[in-house]
């Protein structure tokens, strides 16, 4: 049974995985055998073992089984022979095809969207991320409830019984399903509007948000910029709350610092739905830093994924501040780094905090080029509920310090 339909009584996500791939006409069969890595690291994240992986080429995906019902079987025995009990494709699935390849492999079958929810769920600690998670987990759940239910013979019903015949068993879950996500939606309205207000309570303060591929540096450079001491992690999307603390930026300079949510490619759509609120802190922020891990081997291909994701959330390119991070691992000790600042963006090292003080000029001379203020004092708030006050933050959050 699939994470999204385990109760109490369930077993966990497999520890296992054999991962599976598929290179579609005009694809680079090395780009596919890079999302794999990741995919392999987005299972580490999950407590996930990687026993082995497969790749197939095809001109389109099999409309039954995503991979030809041949790869299906021959994926499935090499994942049984090196011990996995799981089947984790690179690429969304239909709930038709997950229930066609489980007949035939007869193991569990999981796509990158649910991995991902896996791990969202794992992390989720505050009541809005999990309210957060647990709609991105309804909205995934509900295409999919055809296979998840055997169940659907119809209701008993007759003469004198409401609803005559009665109706599907999965029509009844559907309408559940449906009334939860309208919960959890007014349940996130209420988080967007509490945010809205505390906002209001740091206008006239400068607020810059840290956003950017997942496992970029962002909790570290958070750390360095605020004297936060948020734990960083070697992991996809170890920070999933919008983490906010104050930072000078020079001698009576004072900013609000945002740390929020990383980006990966090929995103769910319903993670960004429902993730908005905590979202809308870099949508929100005067200044955004868009952190890049410079030393990755595809860095440049991760920077365009989260881009593209904050242009599509409404950050104008004038906003935005690219900031090249880990560049110690790019140079020899002792080696010159390139200049502090490009025509590109900014050159640091959030772990050993080398760059710092350079990228904190930039962003004192961004925000006077915005037009933004970036006061001496830290301002009174307009509206600062003492619950939502933290560490002289006004209107910060208790949940997830």
């Given amino acids: ?108 079958v999981m796509d990158r969207s649910g991995l991902i929810l896996e791990i969202f769920s794992q992390r989720a600690r505050t009541r809005e991320a ?52 309208g919960r959890l939606e007014k349940q996130l309205k209420k988080i967007e ?10 206008r006239g303060t400068l607020s810059v948000a840290l956003a950017g591929y997942t496992n970029a540096g962002k909790t570290t450079l958070f750390n360095r910029l605020t004297g936060a001491g948020e734990k960083a992690q070697n992991l996809l999307f170890a920070t999933l709350d919008a983490r906010l603390r104050k930072g000078a930026l020079a001698p009576g300079r004072i900013a609000v610092f945002a740390d929020t949510v990383g980006f990966i490619r090929k995103l769910p759509h319903h993670l960004v739905s429902s993730f908005r609120s905590t979202l809308e802190e870099a949508t929100a922020a005067d200044l955004v830093l868009h952190v890049i891990d410079r030393s990755h081997p595809i860095w440049e291909d991760q920077a365009n994924v989260a881009e593209d994701v904050l242009a599509e959330l409404g950050v104008e390119p004038e906003r935005l501040m690219r900031v090249y991070n880990k560049a110690d691992r790019l140079f020899a000790e002792g080696a010159s780094w ?59 959050s208790e949940e997830g310090r």
């Fill in 130 to 181: 999990r309210t957060q998670v647990e709609l991105a987990r309804l909205r995934y759940v509900l295409p999919r409830l055809t296979r998840m239910w055997k169940h659907l013979s119809r209701q008993g019903g007759g003469v004198g019984i409401r609803g005559g015949e009665g109706e599907k068993q999965i029509e009844a879950d559907r309408r559940i399903l449906r009334n939860q996500i």
């Fill in 338 to 396: 390139p200049a502090p600042v490009d025509n590109e963006g900014v050159w640091v090292s959030a772990l050993s905090g080398e760059g710092l003080d350079v990228l904190k000029e930039e962003i004192l001379k961004r925000a006077e080029l915005l037009g933004q203020p970036v006061p001496s004092a830290w301002p009174e708030p307009v509206v600062a509920p003492a619950e939502a006050v933290v560490e002289g933050l006004p209107g910060g």
């Fill in 193 to 202: 509007r509490t945010r809205s207000v505390q906002r209001r309570g740091r």
């Fill in 1 to 108: 049974m699939s994470f999204y339909n385990r109760d109490e009584a369930s077993q966990d996500l497999p520890r296992r995985a054999f991962l599976l791939g598929l290179i579609q006409q005009g694809q680079p069969g090395h780009l596919v055998e890079e999302h794999l890595d990741e995919l392999a690291e987005l299972a580490r994240s999950a407590g996930v073992e990687v026993a082995g992986n497969a790749i197939q080429r095809r001109a389109t995906p099999h409309p039954a089984t995503f991979v030809g019902r041949g790869k299906a079987e021959e994926a499935g025995q090499a994942a049984k022979e090196l011990g996995a009990d799981l089947l984790l494709f690179d690429d969304d699935l239909s709930p038709s095809q997950v229930k066609n390849l489980e007949k035939i492999v007869e193991l569990q």
